[in-house]
């Protein structure tokens, strides 16, 4: 199983990016899906989750700025961001969790200039 992400980049302060991951190879559904954010020096955080149903979960940092969404035919995740901050500044990594375990994107960067 891969997941494949793409969509960063560099935007000034304000704007919006929108990031997708898509999960490819021989697997029987998805169960969570979600972003994870890793800024220079920090340890990686829980942007938000979004279970097979659609249910959500928001980091604080990023309520009402960022949506998650998900298309269970195409085994994909996305991260509509908007209104983006310099401290959203990190590598954001999908991950999605399988009866077996999870599986973790490549990362990709998305820098807010100020």
């Known amino acids: 199983v891969q997941l494949q992400a793409s969509g960063g980049g560099l935007v000034q302060a304000g704007g919006s990016l929108a990031l997708s991951c898509a999960a490819t190879g021989s697997f029987f559904g998805i169960d969570d899906m979600a972003w994870y954010r890793q800024a220079p020096g920090k340890q990686r955080e829980l942007v938000a989750r979004?279970?097979?149903?659609?249910?959500?979960v928001y980091a604080d940092s990023v309520k009402g700025r960022f949506t998650i969404s998900r298309d269970n035919v195409k085994d994909t995740v996305y991260l509509r961001m908007n209104s983006l901050k310099p401290e959203d500044t990190a590598v954001y990594y999908c991950n999605a969790e399988f009866n077996w375990g999870q599986s973790w994107g490549q990362g990709t960067l998305v820098t807010v200039s100020s």
């Open positions: 979004i279970t097979r149903l659609g249910g959500t």
